[in-house]
């Protein structure tokens, strides 16, 4: 899934950095002795060249203008320092004309943009981009695209970053909830209907005496939620409106039953377990404005429906899934994915369909490890889809492990093919030293490592007991491998302890060749390392030019 299964996004900066300007001669030389004190003519000259100099140094606070696109501020270094001047939040958006994400969020940041000066708030939106200000990515710490910081009062020294959803509404929330109370006083039946009619989702805490401890709670739990308006009401007509005869919550909602009420001990926490639980449409569609809230949902086991919206029978398949949906609240997240669309064919690949292939269901586990599960049946009808769900609550389902067929030639070449049906064999074979390298076809990184890792398998094409290898992990998975980035090398030396060494040495032929020499400790990774390898090999994997790799790290 986006976001969830692959690279993060691009680094926006090569290796050099920004410009810097540099004083060529800047030292003052030797001085040679003169009078004591100037001529009277020396003087005037010296005052000529002061005031000369003076006409030349612009006025202070001149800045670039503050130039506009659909009611966001267009930054740049020359005028960043005046918007933080002139606004005391501003929320800013460092980005890259490429980026897939930065396009599809473009209309939604401006509709954001559009309803805040509507309101006549003091909160504008800004953008910067980032491969053309460069220095101004660096000083804020921009590594992916898009980037989303809010700035308080001018202050750079630690701006916020955005972590809320991608839709005008979320973003909406998230600032007023960052520059104003986190709960709303409504006094009356309109304030009411305007918060509820405001967006996807909001919460109303009814209480008669708003000091007493539910409505201290409440407002905690309102404090802790950044996508979501929260409003608090003692007003008898707003109990009347939304009848409520004592002291509640509930959660006003565009979708499914349209309202939630709260039931039980009122606790922060029991109001954060109720809103989380209820804040999502029962059937979720994936998109790039819905991604945030899927991932950054409580719920990391997740069915996804592949389903084609071109089918003939669409509508009728889409209502077999939310009928099984119902039953598994708070604990399967349902999500349908539109398989023709071509934002989504890196999802399709990671869990090894086709288009041909679809409509079908998939499940996966988004724990440390991701873990996904097939049905034993292609059935989409809400019973077996109950079925499938109900067995893996259960621990009757087994992992779905991809492996491609195994290659006639796989053993032919110095560099051996590995798949998931041969790797147990190959890999943990007691007699063999087998160094392999965990690919992606698509990895930039991987393609450069491509010609070393051939010569690697010259050099030890007829040793007797060393064995070079490589596998494709975007199409065949393994139990006792998990991969989180590419390229990934690890050794897995002669024995019967199915041990693993991964390497972090030096990605050259003589460094492959010494950590192989030496039994695979010259150049292997410490223990204390391995979190540090995998952040490293990540952002190996972000790095490069070449448009090909932007389009790839765009999509992931």
């Not at 986190?182 to 009619?197: G, I, K, R, S």
């Amino acid at each position: 899934m986006t976001g969830g299964v692959g690279a993060r996004a691009a680094r926006p900066m090569g290796r050099g950095g920004g410009r810097r300007r540099v004083y060529k001669g800047g030292g003052a030389g030797n001085r040679t002795p003169g009078p004591s004190r100037p001529s009277a003519a020396m003087a005037v000259l010296r005052l000529r060249a002061i005031v000369a100099l003076l006409c030349f140094v612009p006025p202070l606070g001149r800045a670039d203008p503050l130039e506009e696109e659909d009611g966001v501020l267009v930054l740049r270094a020359g005028n960043f320092e005046r918007a933080l001047a002139e606004h005391r939040h501003l929320l800013v958006e460092f980005y890259a004309p490429w980026c897939g994400h930065c396009k599809a969020l473009a209309p939604e940041y401006a509709k954001a943009a559009a309803q805040l000066k509507a309101e006549g708030s003091e909160i504008r939106l800004a953008k910067v981009d980032a491969t053309e200000e460069a220095e101004l990515a660096q000083q804020f710490g921009v590594r992916g695209y898009p980037t989303i910081k809010f700035f308080r009062n001018g202050d750079k020294a630690a701006p916020r970053e955005y972590t809320a959803g991608r839709e005008a509404d979320d973003i909406v929330s998230w600032l007023k909830k960052r520059t104003g109370p986190a709960a709303t006083t409504l006094t009356d039946v309109a304030a009411a209907e305007t918060l509820v009619d405001s967006s996807e989702v909001a919460v109303i805490g009814f209480f008669k005496d708003v000091t007493s401890d539910a409505a201290k709670e409440f407002l905690l739990a309102a404090e802790s939620v950044d996508d979501i308006p929260f409003g608090i009401s003692s007003s008898a007509d707003v109990f009347s409106k939304y009848q409520l005869g004592q002291d509640g919550v509930v959660l006003f909602k565009k979708f499914d039953e349209g309202r939630n009420n709260f039931e039980g001990d009122l606790t922060k926490d029991n109001l954060l377990t109720f809103i989380k639980a209820n804040q999502l449409p029962l059937v979720i569609e994936f998109t790039e404005q819905t991604a945030p809230k899927i991932f950054g949902g409580e719920i990391k086991t997740h069915i996804l429906l592949f389903l084609p919206k071109s089918v003939s029978d669409y509508e009728g398949k889409l209502d077999n899934f939310k009928a099984a949906a119902g039953n598994f609240k708070g604990k399967i997240l349902f999500i349908f994915i539109d398989s023709d669309h071509s934002d989504n064919q890196r999802i399709l690949e990671f869990f090894g369909l086709k288009k041909e292939e679809c409509p079908a269901v998939r499940l996966i586990t988004l724990e440390e490890e991701m873990t996904k599960y097939k049905p034993e049946s292609d059935e989409l009808t809400a019973d077996k889809i109950k079925e499938f769900c109900n067995k893996f609550l259960e621990g009757k389902i087994k992992p779905h492990l991809m492996s491609q067929d195994l290659p006639e030639d796989w053993d032919k070449q110095p560099v051996k093919v590995l798949v998931g049906k041969n790797f147990e064999e190959v890999a943990f074979d007691e007699n063999k030293n087998v160094f392999v390298e965990f690919y992606a076809p698509w990895c930039g990184h991987c393609k450069q490592l491509a010609p070393i890792w051939d010569k690697l398998g010259e050099t030890y094409k007829d040793h007797e007991n060393i064995v070079i290898a490589k596998m494709d992990s975007t199409a065949n998975e393994v139990e006792a491998v998990k991969i989180h980035s590419f390229p990934t090398l690890k050794f897995f030396p002669a024995g019967s302890g199915r041990n693993v060494i991964d390497y972090n040495g030096e990605r050259t032929l003589e460094g492959f060749k010494k950590f192989l020499e030496s039994g695979g400790q010259d150049g292997a990774a410490a223990d204390d390392d391995l979190e540090d390898l995998e952040t490293d090999e990540e952002t190996d994997l972000e790095e490069g030019d070449d448009d090909e790799q932007k389009i790839q790290k765009d999509e992931l």
